[in-house]
C-alpha cells in the first residue's frame, strides 16, 4: 500500500503498466488456463497518516462511524502491477468497507477495463440498507458495466446486532427494500458477498439461503480459531455448500490465524461439501484492516506467496483452473475459455 506521504505513481509507470498489462496473459502462460483474481481493493482519497508523520484526506471516506480509516491509498495502477507480475489475467473489484456506500471509484474502474468486474456496498455499518445510495436504474447501469455482486461486511457484528440484520434481511418478513434488492439479485444473477466469522454464520447462512441468491462466503468463513473444524459456524457453511447454491472463497488464509495443517483440512474439507466447481480464489490484497491481529498486515504479505498457498492446498491443474478460471467465468461472467 502507497502511504499517504510517497507520491502516486508517475505518468511513466501508468504508461508501461496500462491497458497491456493485463491482457496479454503471457506470465505463467504455460499452465494453458487464464486465471482470475476475485477478490482485491483499490482506493483513493481516504487515509490518515498522522500517526507517522503524514498528511491526511477523508475526503471519499465513509461518514463515522467507520470501521477504521487506512493510512495510505492503494491506487489501481499499482494493482494492475502486481497481478502483471503474477500472471493474473482477470480481476475483481470488492468495495472497502471505510468508503461506505460511495463505490464511485471502482464502479469507474470496472466501466473502463473489460478485465474486471465489481461487488459493491449498498448497506450502512450498522447493515441496514442505505437506499439513498442507489435506485432501480443506478443497479442496472452497474450491471450493465459488469458489477456481479453487493457485499455484506458483517465481520464483528455482535449476536444482537446480527439478529437484527437477519431480520431486516428474511425474505419472508424483512424490509421491503431488501425484498426489492434480492428480486433484482436473482433476475440478474448477482450474488451475495458475504463476511462474518464464526457461530455468527449459523443464523445468517439461514437468511441467506431464503434468499434465493447466488451466495458466496468470504475467506472461508473466518471459522473460530480457537474451534477451527469444529466451530458451528463452519459446520452450517459447510452443510449449506451441499444446497448447490452457495460458493466459498479459498481466500484470506493469513487472517485466520491457524497453522497450514489446520489451513489444509479446512480446503479439504471445502472441497468436499462444495466440490472444486463452486470454489473461488482471491488474493486479498493489499490485506486491509488487521489492526486487531498480532501484525500490522496492510500490504505485509507476499502475493506470490499466497498464490503459491493455493496451489499446495490444491495442486492438481485441473483444480486450479476450476478455482482459477472456470468458476470465476461463471459467477463473474469473464470471458474466459471453458474447454
Request: charged share 25%; glycine share 8%; aromatic share 10%.
Amino acid at each position: 500500500m502507497i502511504n499517504a506521504r510517497t507520491r502516486l505513481f508517475p505518468a511513466l509507470v501508468l504508461a508501461i503498466t496500462g491497458l497491456a498489462l493485463l491482457h496479454g496473459g503471457d506470465a505463467h502462460a504455460e499452465d494453458g488456463f487464464t486465471k482470475a483474481d476475485t477478490h482485491t481493493h483499490t482506493w483513493v482519497h481516504c487515509y490518515d497518516a498522522t500517526k507517522s508523520g503524514g498528511g491526511v484526506d477523508t475526503s471519499a471516506c465513509a461518514p463515522a462511524p467507520r470501521r477504521y480509516t487506512p493510512e495510505g491509498v492503494l491506487p489501481y495502477d499499482k494493482l494492475q502491477a502486481v497481478w502483471e507480475k503474477n500472471g493474473i489475467n482477470y480481476g475483481v473489484l470488492v468495495q472497502v468497507s471505510f468508503m461506505g456506500t460511495d463505490n464511485s471509484y471502482i464502479v469507474d474502474l470496472v466501466k473502463k477495463h473489460d478485465n474486471l468486474r465489481g461487488v459493491v456496498v449498498l448497506t450502512n455499518a450498522d447493515g441496514s440498507l442505505d437506499e439513498q445510495s442507489f435506485n432501480d436504474e443506478i443497479l442496472q447501469h452497474y450491471h450493465d458495466i459488469g458489477i456481479r455482486g453487493i457485499r455484506l461486511n458483517l465481520n464483528g457484528m455482535k449476536a444482537e446486532e446480527m439478529a437484527a440484520i437477519n431480520a431486516a434481511m428474511d425474505m419472508d418478513a424483512g424490509t421491503p427494500g431488501f425484498k426489492k434488492l434480492w428480486k433484482f439479485m436473482r433476475d440478474h444473477d448477482w450474488h451475495i458477498e458475504a463476511q462474518q466469522g464464526g457461530q455468527q454464520w449459523v443464523d445468517l447462512i439461514a437468511t441467506l439461503l431464503k434468499t434465493n441468491c447466488r451466495v458466496v462466503v468470504d475467506h472461508f468463513s473466518r471459522p473460530d480459531k480457537k474451534l477451527n473444524i469444529e466451530d458451528e459456524g463452519w459446520k452450517a457453511v459447510l452443510k449449506a455448500g451441499e444446497t448447490g447454491r452457495v460458493w466459498m472463497k479459498v481466500s484470506g488464509s493469513y487472517r485466520l490465524g491457524v497453522s497450514e495443517e489446520i489451513m489444509m483440512e479446512y480446503a479439504r474439507l471445502a472441497k468436499k461439501h462444495y466440490g472444486i466447481n463452486r470454489l473461488l480464489w482471491g488474493s486479498d490484497y493489499p490485506y486491509t484492516g488487521c489492526k486487531d491481529m498480532p501484525m500490522a498486515c496492510e500490504d505485509s504479505e507476499d502475493y506470490a506467496v499466497l498464490f503459491k498457498r493455493l496451489q499446495t492446498w490444491f495442486p492438481s491443474k485441473a483444480d486450479q483452473k476450476a478455482i482459477l478460471q472456470d468458476n470465476p467465468a461463471e459467477v463473474f461472467g469473464f470471458p474466459l475459455t471453458k474447454n
